[in-house]
Every structure is written in C-alpha cells, then in structure tokens.
C-alpha cells in the first residue's frame, strides 16, 4: 500500500512547536521501552512496553509467536508512507482532462505514453509505475484516486494526522492501523505491528498491544569485532544457544545476561525473512 505524502515526521514536528494548532502526531506519549538497550547494534524500540511485564520472557514467546506467523500463510500488510515523492496528478495522469493539459503543459504526462487505468481510462499510470500498474492489475493493488474532505483547512499537517489516524478528528492519538491491531492483536508480541524506521509511524500507534520500531532488520545484531561471514553467524546462533540453556540459572547476574543472549537470537531468527541477502 503506497501512501503520497511530503515533509519528514521530523519537519512535522518541529512545525507543530511553534504552531500549536496543528494536531498532535499520533502515539504522542505512549509509554516506549527499548528492548536490549546497549546490547544490539540496531536497538528494537518496543511501545506500550508496560503490557509485556518488567521482564521481557513474554516478549519472547510473542517473537516466538510472530516468527511462526511469517513462515504461515497469514496475511502481512505492508505500508509504504512516500514523503514528499509523489505527485498523485503523475502517478495516475488524467490525460483525458483538457484542464490538465492547460495547466501542466511541461509536466504533463502524453495521452500516447503510460498504461491506462483498468476502472478509468481517461486515466493513465506513469510510464515509472508501470510495476504499481502490474500489481493493480493483478488485484494487489488497490487504488483510491481523489481522496479528500470537507472544509478543508488547507494545512498539510492537518491532512496528513487525518491519514495516519484514519479519521478527520484532530485529537485523535491512535492510527488506523493501531487500532486494527488494538482489537485482532496481541498484547504479547510487539512484531505485529512493525516500524521500519528509527521510531514508530503514527498510523501503528496503538492504545493497548504493544508494537515495535527498528531502522533495518539487518542491523539487528551483537557488535562483534573482527567478525563476519559465516562465522558472524555461527557465532550469534551459539550465544543464542548458551543463553537459551542459561535464562534459568540460579545465578541473577547469569540469567540476566543469558536472557538478553536469547532474546537476541530470538529477534534476528523472525526478522530473517525481512534481511536483504548479505554477499559472500
């Protein structure tokens, strides 16, 4: 699911400091907890960390839970959040509109160039989204052309709180992916909802089950100096291994440490699916 859009969260925020009218982002304030904080490269940010308990065993059995569901026939749904890329007028170009011609004579896509649009042919895809127009057509894909609302208020941050909270209430604070997940989620396994950024996206702030935000799955791991390849890995799945047999020891210190271990090996085997293949 593609979705247009323009200015980083940063930017939104920092306008939204000296403009308080403008809506705040939604998951302001919810309770964030960073899992094995000093122990990975790429740190996992869990939010809503209160419902998983001070220890973090049922965030293992919830990673458990989503590493079993990857590997199922369970839907996944993927939100690409584009901003400031996309022109919607050059994505779908409504060649067959004289005012578009008028008013884009540069820009403007040729009605000769770009595949039509399977609902609509006075509209055409970019010739650069022909991929997007393959999906569609292939019914992957679905396109709302148009979207808008009454009274606008002509603010680009009121507009974008309303897609990402999926409502035109600008005191709104859980996005419309959040409270999907609020109701069909759990309220052990934070990778059900997850952020592939350096902090969660407003459309998975939630209001009860915990998700999560990590920059890239490969960047999940123990710093390990002077190692890679193979060996890197090998070395990773024997920690893991050690801390899964020690998690229990009697020893607080031991188990604290073997606990982490585990968790680390339990993370890195259910973002596996999502890692870019490393070159050997």
């Known amino acids: 699911m593609l979705t247009p859009g323009s200015g980083a969260r940063r930017a939104c925020c920092e306008a939204r400091e000296w403009n308080p009218s403008m809506p705040v982002p939604a998951g302001t304030g919810i309770d964030r907890r960073r899992f094995l904080s000093g ?45 400031g890329g996309i022109d919607a007028l050059s994505v779908l170009a409504p060649v067959g509109d004289p005012l578009y011609r008028k008013y884009r004579p540069v820009l403007g896509i040729p009605a000769s160039e770009g595949v039509p649009f399977r ?5 055409h895809w970019h010739p650069a989204a022909s991929s997007i127009a393959q999906l569609h057509d292939a019914g992957k894909v679905t396109v709302f052309p148009g979207i808008g609302y009454s009274d606008p208020d002509m ?6 709180h309303y897609w990402e909270v999926g409502a035109t209430d600008t005191a709104l604070n859980t996005g419309w992916l959040g409270r999907y997940l609020d109701v069909h989620g759990s309220a052990h396994n934070p990778l059900q909802g997850l952020s592939m950024d350096g902090e969660m996206n407003p459309t998975l702030a939630t209001a009860v089950n915990p998700v999560a935000a990590i920059d890239q799955p490969d960047d999940f791991s123990l710093w390990l100096n002077g190692v890679w390849g193979d060996v890197f890995d090998w070395t990773l799945d024997s920690a893991s291994a050690l801390g899964d047999a020690q998690r229990h020891a009697g020893d607080p210190a031991l188990a604290q440490v073997a606990e982490a271990a585990s968790e680390v090996g339990i993370v890195r085997k259910a973002l596996a699916a999502v890692r870019p293949t490393r070159a050997r």
């Open 39 to 83: 122990l990975a490269g790429g740190l996992l940010s869990v939010y809503g960390a209160e419902r998983l308990g001070l220890t973090s065993r049922l965030l293992g059995s919830g990673i458990a839970e989503a590493a079993t569901l990857q590997s199922s026939d369970s839907p996944i749904l993927v939100s690409v959040f584009l901003a």
């Open 119 to 123: 609902e609509d042919p006075t509209l």
């Open 155 to 160: 603010s680009h941050f009121t507009s974008r």
